[in-house]
């Protein structure tokens, strides 16, 4: 394979010397490759012709156990053996095909898989993307389109991407936004951020004021909401799950309004909590979800499903590479590989596993002020210290530059100062205690 792939990489770069210089690739991405998310001084070069399951390697070939999926996206590992022999098994179908112009029966019957594992027995629709950003985009116009309404309810913190729409819901950093306009009309309330609640009340015993805020909010601001967009479990924002009660309460919300709900599951659906969707844990049922990152099997695909119809003429909305079928083949066996391997059940043991060694290092370490997550989407929250529970970015930096840099744990930071855990859904018991010996020596490490 690695030698395949050199050969390649001369084919198309006929001058091009191949090294493991490190410190070379790097200089070179600076010179052509734009900023996005991550540190390149935390962050080695990645090899792309060797990894499996969990395990990534770099230039120099140091291997590193992935906690993080790429962000969510291989939901199955690396080289999933079932995904890999079913992708040389369709490799030969057409790919160029636009799916939102033209009926595919992969796209319809993948269509009709989605609407089947949603939430509630109202007709729906689905409407296929290349991200996640462009599905939630994708419903908040599909919402517009039906409503004649445009003002947003979403919450702080939140990410709902990048796009000219969904930056308006995003209130995650302010680099995200600062000196961009801003798309939608947006009310905004806070998230139910129990560590942090801003009106000093503990989970267990709080009477939900953050809803009371926002029906302040939305009194004063404007009761002619579009829909109220949320996450179940607050991920770009810190992984935050919501408590349970809460969903309850912005049900009734939207029923009073006359609104939508619109579920972003985008790194949080798809079996990552132990359910199909994250909002299956509040015991509700949304108008609209938002899927992406482990639809497509480690290819850009993602999904709006809502009610049908998602919009009222023909040309409202399209995207050029939505739903070809080569894609939509191989995110069928995504889902099947989900169910028939018991993933779900797997993400909820894992988790529990996961959840319960990070309290344990917690209990030893003066700078993890919260331990939190559902299933396989988890966070510790790196602070100063216990007394003050202060947010710390220089600390939780420290952190993963050990934990990538000397432990061999690939992890990524998430919100304000947390780090996050978001490992493939087939993790095995012993990967999770390899990923835990190696976070607890990160952690150590920081004073």
Known sequence: MKRDAEELLKELCPDLTI??????????????????????????????????????????????????????????????????????????????????????????????????????DHAKEVFFTTSGGRAV?????????????????????AFHGRTGYTLALTASKHIQKNFFPQGLDVIRGPYPYCFRCPFKQEEKTCNLECIDYLRDSIEYGGTDIAAIVLEPICGEGGIIPAPVKWFKEIRKLADELDTKIISD??????????????????????????TAKALGGGFPFGAAIGPKPLFTDYSRHSETFGAEPYVSLLSLSVLRTIESDGLLDNATKR??????????????????????????????????????????????????????????????????????FIPPLNITAEQIDIALERFGKAVKSVK
């Open 351 to 420: 988790g529990r596993q996961l959840i319960k060694g990070l309290t344990e290092i917690q209990e030893s370490s003066n700078i993890i002020g919260d331990v939190r997550g559902r299933g396989l989407m988890c966070a510790v929250e790196i602070v100063t210290d216990k007394t003050t529970n202060t947010y710390d970015p220089k600390k939780r930096h420290a952190v993963i530059n050990n934990a990538v840099n000397k432990q061999r744990l690939w992890i990524l930071g998430a919100g304000r100062s947390s780090i996050r």
């Open 265 to 290: 599951e985008i790194q949080a659906g798809l079996g990552r909590t132990g359910k199909w969707w994250s909002i299956e844990h509040g015991g509700i049922v949304p108008e609209y979800i938002c």
């Open 137 to 157: 985009e994708s419903a908040l116009k599909s919402v517009m389109d039906n409503s004649h309404r445009f003002r947003f309810v979403a919450f702080r913190p």
């Open 19 to 120: 090294t493991k210089n490190m410190k070379e690739w790097v200089q070179r991405a600076e010179q052509v490759v734009a900023k996005t998310t991550q540190s390149r001084d935390i962050f080695p070069v990645v090899d792309h012709t060797q990894g499996e399951g969990p395990w990534i390697y770099d230039l120099k070939g140091n291997q590193y156990l992935d906690v993080t999926a790429g962000v969510a996206v291989r939901a199955l590992g690396i080289r999933n053996p079932v995904v890999k022999d079913f992708e040389q098994r369709i490799s030969d179908y057409l790919r160029q095909v636009p799916g939102h112009d033209f009926d595919l029966i992969p796209q319809i019957l993948l269509a009709e898989r989605l609407t089947s594992i949603t939430p509630g």
